[in-house]
DNA sequence: ACCCCAGTCAACACCATGTCGACTCCGATC
DNA sequence: GATCGGAGTCGACATGGTGTTGACTGGGGT
């Protein structure tokens, strides 16, 4: 997971606007007033008004905390990615132990991630259609997983437990597309959509037999 | 097909508040103003100002024909989702004769109908985060393709062609969301994406695995 | 005693949306 | 051939959210 990981790392100060004194809990008002109003209204429905007086402070003074409404959920997307990599590190690269068991491990985390925060993945996917700050910053991430799901295919197909086929970034893009809409839906009630409780699992075998050709792939090194 | 089709039928007058004369060609050209505005900036930068005028109306004007700028995008979609309906209807009913050769025209057809109105699509999907209706007009959509697929999986499995496995609706919902997905992806240009030559047979090749758990299913009836 | 600057906000300028009321044709009616 | 009604049209206004300006405060450093 070490690669690129610019997009946090190259833009340290997205809220605030420099400088580093008392008002760190202001900005952390604003940060808890968005996710708390997030629980039950979407974003669209939430002026910076509303943020700056959840926040007790004026909308100006809103502005020198952050440069704008979504700079804000920019910074909330950022934790909950943040935690997401973190949580998702290394498990792929014990993958040969137990494959099933290791990408289940693999997608139950990232689950109980965006379950976890909801309301601030799901407005992220809201905006992502309007700003072009958030879907840059979304696209990083995706790739980071993409090129970590590719990786480990590869590692699959040369120890001889998957069959070739797809060119394996093309597979990880499908796949990492499908379990990002599924869950979309899943949590947004939104649709047709797979029951909360099932998801892991209707995920997985999807992952299994699009990688492996089976929903029981191979333990061992094949040769 | 035929369930359910509310959505188009049930409101035949979204555009235009009732009566039928003369200013059919007013309506068509704010419909064509849109179409065209949106080959070159995103739905959000374009104002009602801007649809009005482009069809030589002033912006009350532009009230009398639609009542807001996002009913104008419904009408475009449920054109083009009309336009894959008729496309796609039916190519399920021969699978047992080449199944391959039928999911793949499926998923070919939805590919050309999508890439030919890729602007109306990505514009939807834009706006799909904001506006419920586009969202519920979509959601039923989506409901009958899911339907169609689960029913086309049922089938080949009961002819022995497919193994059981995952309920049938759950596997028609994650592979028409990865295809949405991955159709967004693709024609957004947005992040990572399938290259859109290979787009058709990187879904297809997920949706047979997933289905048949093989690349070349059966032609025959098993027994 | 002074200055600087983080922090604060009232007031303003701007822009897009949506609404109202008045106006103009034109075809139907008596 | 007057008049009536409604489709079609738009100028002007009300509303509401965003972003900016300029002035004020208070405390830490010199």
Redesign the pocket.
């Known amino acids: 997971m070490s690669p690129a990981r610019t997009p946090t790392g190259a833009a340290p100060t997205r809220g605030?606007r420099?400088?580093r004194?008392?008002?760190?809990d202001?900005e952390a008002a604003i940060l808890a007033t968005a996710e708390r109003l997030l629980r039950d209204r979407p974003f669209g429905d939430i002026?910076?008004?509303d943020l700056?007086r959840g926040a007790?402070?004026?909308?100006?003074?809103f502005?020198?905390?952050f440069?704008?409404?979504d700079a804000v959920l920019l910074t909330l997307l950022d934790r909950v990615t943040e935690e997401a990599d973190t949580a998702a590190g290394g498990v792929l690269d014990r993958l040969a132990e137990d494959p099933r068991a290791r990408w289940r491990e693999l997608i139950a985390r990232f689950h109980a991630i965006f379950g976890g925060h909801r309301d601030v993945v799901l407005a992220c996917a809201q905006v992502r259609g309007t700003n072009p700050e958030v879907r840059r910053l979304w696209a990083e991430v995706l790739e980071r997983w993409v090129r970590a799901v590719q990786a480990a295919v590869e590692a699959e197909r040369a120890r001889g437990a998957a069959p070739d086929g797809l060119p394996a970034r093309d597979l990880a893009i499908a796949l990492n597309s499908m379990n990002e809409r599924v869950w979309y839906a899943t949590f947004a009630g939104d649709g047709p959509a797979v029951a909360e409780r099932d998801v892991v699992d209707v995920l997985l075998d999807v992952w299994l037999t699009a990688i492996y050709h089976t929903t029981t792939p191979p333990l061992a090194p094949a040769d």
């Open positions: 605030r420099a400088g004194s008392t008002g760190d202001r002026s910076i008004d700056a007790g402070i004026s909308r100006p003074t502005y020198f905390y440069p704008s409404k």
